[in-house]
């Protein structure tokens, strides 16, 4: 019989481990911080609230040579209440030469809040359609990174990147989180020699005889204006093919030819991570256009809808933007605060990978580093503040809005199971009321609480809403054998949460390496179960496998053990026919050797009994040693 006194404390290299093992993802987030990273005052514009954009027609002209762009944005929308004007967001940058409305000149005025307010010739009333059309040009701010023009292998290079609020720097449009255009046509007239890209899909490149040549794209789904993009180089085109019929689907890479064969096969895995998001959610959700990858100058990439811009192509990055396809493009958050249903989602659906491709061992892996990353500061909430977002540095906090976001997708997969949760995310995908349209985290809980019938309130509270996570200290005392009490305390890093409840896995470990794992729904302080174990315990772990955040836990195995042999009894003993061994519950006897005092083999029995005919023994004394899935216990016996 022994005693054991373990306490197990996870304080090993905490800063360090995760800058490692989050390096991917922070590169990505400096890329997703994007354009507009200076933007820090710019708040929601309740002046382009009173219309619906229903089509734009962006009619561009650039050369990658020049920070200059120029060209007409044709706007059809409806009113949704009496206008007597109409507001654009548009940087003061930007210079519109004229305004007009079927041929007609409006007037117009550039505010210095970053509008273009045009008067309407009548009151437009409510419900009725328009078409306005805006003439500009004006060279982008460099500083911002949502319009540049670069080089790459001394060839030049244009591209955007709007998100969050960059959209205005480069062209007039409603940059807001409450409309989408339903579909744009973007025309990008550009010199020859060069490749253009845009969303959707290329119907047509016309050369105008004067040595540039325009490109027409069209893309018939719902977009947000920092969803647009475009980028201009001598792109060479790879194509690849997704998607089963009867959807299937162009991918087309624009790569730069200088990295061609590298970039080619780092996009290998594209198709397979395309194949397994279907199967998984949907159908790719722009599948009557094309996915694809525009190659870029900036660290990360940026989920353009239906091709992403990409300063990289390693698996993690081309996993992440492509998510974002389902999660951030289909469905976009509804605001800012809710960035964690573009961002969290798109980087757990990274994580998936690497589970689906690599294996449980991997997974937990990569779930470790996000558990560290997080608990490397004691405070944030997933869900922004107003005054968050004002910052878009917070916005998109790779701590928060990437890893615990991701984390807490995870938890809620381990709290409802997997079938409950992929099937909540595939009916949140579904719903008629957010697809290709905007959600917030009250919409997503819903679906979730839906499916599974579990009221959510109190999680969403603690791991959404506030700030924190636990510390978990788990004493292990054997109340019988083969049972065990597990008391269960918790300490907060962040007073905004009392108590972080839910399930807490625990894993027991015996003294031969044997593994068991099982899980405790913890409500409170100083909560008690009474678990049956199989084996004798040699160390207790909590969250052996990272699947909730946790960090710095304790535990302990006190009191008296027990001997496996003394939870075992031979009857009747002596024995002169049938001899039997009483087993407690979750132990299986695997085979039985009995010895005579001289420790000669006299009896061998192989399989799961439990009782044995001794009548050919002789008699006195014999040992029996029986092996069970508990390890093997060493008995004595008569034999009459």
Not at 25 to 53: I, P, W
Not at 475 to 493: E, G, I, K
């Amino acid at each position: 019989m022994k005693n054991f006194a373990l306490s197990l404390i996870c304080l090993f290299g905490l800063h360090a481990y995760a800058q490692q093992t989050n390096a991917g993802v922070n590169s990505m987030v400096e890329a997703e911080m994007k354009a507009g990273y200076r933007l820090m005052n710019f708040t929601a514009n309740e002046n382009t609230a009173n219309y619906d954009v229903t089509h734009q027609k962006l009619e561009l002209e650039a050369d990658p040579a020049q920070q200059y762009i120029s060209g007409s944005i044709t706007t059809t929308y409806t009113a949704l209440e009496n206008m007597g004007s109409i507001v654009f967001d548009m940087s003061t940058n930007l210079e519109v030469s004229s305004v007009t409305e079927n041929g007609v000149s409006l007037n117009f005025f550039q505010s210095g809040n970053d509008e273009l307010i045009i008067t309407l010739p009548t009151t437009q009333n409510a419900g009725t359609a328009a078409t306005i059309t805006v003439n500009y040009e004006g060279a982008p701010f460099d500083v911002e990174d949502s319009f540049v023009a670069a080089e790459h292998n001394g060839v030049p290079v244009i591209w955007t990147l709007s998100e969050p609020y960059g959209a205005k720097e480069w062209w007039p449009c409603k940059q807001d989180l409450n409309d989408k255009i339903d579909s744009i046509d973007v025309y990008i007239t550009a010199p020859s020699q060069y490749t253009s890209v845009s969303n959707g899909l290329e119907l047509s490149k016309q050369q105008n005889g004067n040595g540039t040549s325009t490109t027409h794209f069209h893309h018939n789904y719902p977009i947000p204006a920092y969803l647009v993009a475009i980028a201009i180089t001598n792109y060479t085109i790879y194509n690849q093919q997704a998607g089963t019929a009867p959807n299937e689907f162009p991918i087309v890479n624009y790569l730069y030819p200088e990295t061609l064969a590298e970039s080619q096969s780092f996009l290998a895995d594209t198709p397979a991570i395309m194949n397994f998001y279907e199967q998984t959610f949907e159908t790719y959700p722009f599948a009557n256009e094309k996915y694809g990858h525009a190659q870029c100058g900036f660290g990360g990439g940026m989920e353009h809808t239906t091709v992403s811009f990409m300063g990289g192509f390693s698996r993690e990055l081309i996993a992440h933007e492509l998510a974002h396809q389902w999660f951030g493009d289909k469905i976009t958050c509804g605001s800012w605060k809710d960035i964690w249903l573009n961002e969290g989602f798109a980087t757990y659906l990274s994580g998936l990978v690497v589970e689906n491709m690599d294996g449980p061992d991997a997974f937990t892996t990569w779930k470790q580093g996000k558990v560290w990353h997080i608990a490397g500061e004691p405070d944030g909430a997933v869900y922004l503040t107003d005054a968050d977002t004002l910052d878009v540095n917070r916005i998109f906090s790779s701590r928060l809005s990437y890893s615990k976001g991701a984390m807490v997708l995870h938890m809620l997969r381990f709290k409802l199971g997997a079938d409950v949760f992929y099937q909540a995310v595939r009916n949140y995908l579904a719903d008629a009321d957010l697809a290709y349209d905007y959600a917030k985290t009250p919409d997503f809980q819903a679906h979730l609480e839906a499916q599974s019938s579990v009221d959510l309130d109190e999680f969403f509270n603690d791991w959404v809403y506030n700030q924190g996570y636990p510390s978990y200290n788990v004493n292990v005392a054997y109340a019988a054998p083969f049972q065990a009490v597990v008391t269960v305390n918790q300490t907060q890093s962040h007073p905004s949460v009392s108590y972080f409840e839910g399930p807490v896995p625990i894993r027991i470990t015996s003294p031969t390496g044997q593994v068991y794992d099982f899980v405790v729904d913890n409500a409170f302080n100083g909560q008690q179960f009474t678990v049956t174990i199989p084996f004798e315990i040699e160390s207790v772990q909590v969250n052996a496998t990272y699947d909730i955040i946790s960090a710095y836990d304790n535990t302990t195995l006190s009191a008296q053990g027990f001997s496996l042999a003394g939870a075992m009894r031979l009857y009747p003993n002596p024995a002169s026919g049938i001899l039997s061994l009483d087993v407690p519950a979750g132990v299986v006897v695997e085979s039985a050797v009995f010895y005579n005092t001289l420790g000669q083999k006299v009896l061998q029995s192989v399989g799961k009994a439990s009782s044995w005919d001794v009548s050919k023994l002789a008699t006195g004394v014999h040992l029996l040693s029986v092996v069970t899935n508990a390890g093997t216990v060493n008995l004595k016996f008569i034999k009459d």
